[in-house]
């Protein structure tokens, strides 16, 4: 059997197996991230998948809503441990996001239907030690915000069974997970348990 045949004959084996590999790479990926950030010294912890919330508009195309991404961090600064819930804000009525600011300045994060009221801490990474973005935005156009919050704010966050966001202003919206919510439950339980140790 000549070599182009051979290689022929192997190529469906080698896809299959590269395949699998790729797959078992996958499946390894942490659902917890700590890295030490060089530039700051801040040692920063959040788990993979943020929660996707949209309105509850079950009809509207997914590219027709707004959407709110939610995030857990520790940040553990010189020996200081603060935690933040970071909000990627993506609205397709207001890209550049100016007009829908106010609205988030204040929120409300419903956990389990206890309120917990949230002001904005800042709206850059900078503002929790970090040189860059901490999570990776559903949208590039999105705004980042940042609240801090207790570890028992963290801890309702990560166990509630439901979670629901209300907005503040003189047109407040209510928002609730839409996407990869059983993942993003998944890995905020892991995160709970990490910062716990």
Known sequence: MSQPQRTQQWAPVISVAVIVLLSACTARQPTVVEELDEFTAASI???QT???????????????????DIGAIEVNHNRVRQYYLWLGIWDINDTKGTDKLEEFESIVLIADG?????????????????SKPVYKKLFAEA???????????????????????????????????????????????EFLRRILE
């Open 45 to 47: 912890t959040y788990s």
């Open 50 to 68: 943020p929660v996707v919330m949209s309105p509850d508009r079950v009809f509207a195309e997914p590219s027709e809503r707004p959407y709110v």
């Open 114 to 130: 206890q309120e917990l009221p949230l002001d904005v801490h800042g709206w850059t990474h900078e503002v929790i030690s970090s």
């Open 143 to 189: 705004v980042d915000a940042y609240y801090q919050v207790s570890l028992e704010q963290v801890r309702l966050f990560a166990k509630a069974d439901r979670i629901e966001l209300r907005t503040t202003g003189s047109a407040p919206r209510e928002f609730v997970p839409w996407y990869r919510e059983k993942e993003a439950k998944s890995d905020l339980a």
